[in-house]
């Protein structure tokens, strides 16, 4: 039974089995002290009888049948009745049953005092640990309501009370565990905020100097236009800095479901890179997409060529004029892998294992609009996807970057 595998109660009920055996071996005791009791009762009866009788000379033949007769006669009850000896007779005034009755009524009074005792010992005990196991787990329950989870409640033992508390423990991990992510969203909304606005405060600050200038000089027309395209710049850094903090908020809160198809590469990537061939241009450089064969990947199309592009957008950002960027993919039998390098500045040791940090700047990166938010936003999709974004660099040396996707099964 599963009542018995709390050890509590186990100990219990074998002290009750044990209290039950007692009292049949003390009611057994009990019999053999009474037969013992009556025995010599009728003993001493009869010799206190058969002394009388010889005390008034009658024979010892007619003694001995007396003694030995088992059957009564009218005569002998109506005798007896007249010196007051029947069944109504109070045993006071009987006085061999009187001390039989009276050691009779100590014994029983003893025994049943003594073993009332040992049940009250026996169930004060079990109570009273008991109580203090309910002590114990008030005392965690209390932490667990004051935000203190280091505690654990009794769980050393099996049974219906043990298994509650497991429950309840499980419970306070869940709520633990719900705390902690509540925490986490706090203080990821205070630093997200707290990022918005030292970035918003440079272009905001640019537009406010824009302006007094302008309004200084609104008859230099040289001036009006080149302040002019400054402000349209600081606006469009606002723009492209909301965008992505915007899209970045929606893939950390579940809010995007990526609607997975299986798409040619070559469309992605010229999907991917379709503005930014322009800029590639004047700038002098060249991308280069790998005429590879036909192959298909799994994924969004939409957030997958915005991922490709943010990729190829920083490696336009790091490369010199005349710089080249290759983008290449190939098939294992497990995953289809799409390669980005460029021959730019390369990524410094230091700061390799934070290029994926959302708004970190390297100190020797020489852009000056980008907000540090491309990477952390091809992460996100890229894993949002179940695929895997890595990434090799040395300092003046160029960068790879590898998007890998399970095929198809």
């Not at 006669?73 to 049953?97: C, D, K, Q, W, Y």
């Amino acid at each position: 039974m599963n009542l018995f595998r709390d050890k509590q109660i186990r100990y219990f009920g074998i002290f009750l089995f044990s209290f039950a055996l007692l009292i049949f071996f003390f009611d057994m005791a009990l019999n053999a002290v009474q037969e013992k009791s009556i025995q010599n009762l009728f003993l001493s009866h009869d010799r206190a009888i058969v002394t009388s009788l010889i005390d008034q000379g009658v024979s010892k033949d007619v003694i001995a049948k007396a003694v030995m007769n088992t059957v009564s006669s009218p005569e002998g009850t109506a005798l007896l009745a007249n010196i007051g000896v029947t069944e109504h007779t109070a045993i006071r005034f009987l006085p061999f049953i009187a001390e039989f009755q009276q050691v009779s009524s100590y014994s029983m009074l003893l025994a049943g005092a003594f073993l009332t005792i040992l049940l009250f010992i026996g169930t004060f005990i079990f109570l009273w640990k008991r109580e203090q196991l309910y002590l114990q787990a008030a005392k965690v329950i209390t932490c667990f309501t004051e935000g203190d989870f280091s505690c654990h409640m009794p769980q050393m033992n099996e049974g219906t009370i043990y298994r509650l508390f497991a429950s309840v423990d499980q419970l306070a991990t869940i709520l633990q565990s719900k705390n902690e992510t509540g925490h986490k969203a706090k203080e990821f909304l205070k630093n997200t905020i707290s990022d918005i606005s030292h970035q918003l405060k440079t272009p905001l600050a640019a537009l406010s100097m824009y302006h007094e200038i302008i309004s200084d000089e609104p008859d230099n027309i040289e001036t009006v236009t080149e302040y002019s395209e400054k402000t349209g710049l600081a606006l469009k850094r606002m723009e492209q800095l909301i965008q992505a903090m915007l899209k970045i908020t929606r893939l950390d809160a579940g809010s995007i479901v990526f609607e997975k198809e299986s798409c040619r590469i070559a469309e992605l990537i010229y999907q991917a890179i379709s503005e930014l061939t322009t800029r590639a241009a004047s700038e002098g450089k060249e991308i280069i997409i790998d005429e590879s064969p036909k192959e298909t990947v799994l994924c969004d199309k939409q957030w997958t060529s915005e991922a490709i592009g943010n990729i190829v957008k920083n490696a336009l950002d790091h490369t010199d004029s005349g710089g080249k960027i290759h983008i290449s993919w190939n098939r294992t039998p497990a995953m289809i892998r799409i390669l980005i390098s460029d021959n730019g500045t390369g990524i410094s040791p230091e700061d390799l294992h934070h290029i994926f940090k959302r708004f970190y700047r390297s100190k020797k990166s020489v852009d000056m609009q980008g907000v540090g938010l491309g990477l952390s936003l091809t992460k996100s999709i890229v894993e949002g996807q179940d695929g895997v974004i890595s990434v090799q660099s040395s300092w003046h040396e160029g960068t790879v970057f590898t998007l890998s996707f399970l095929t198809e099964m």
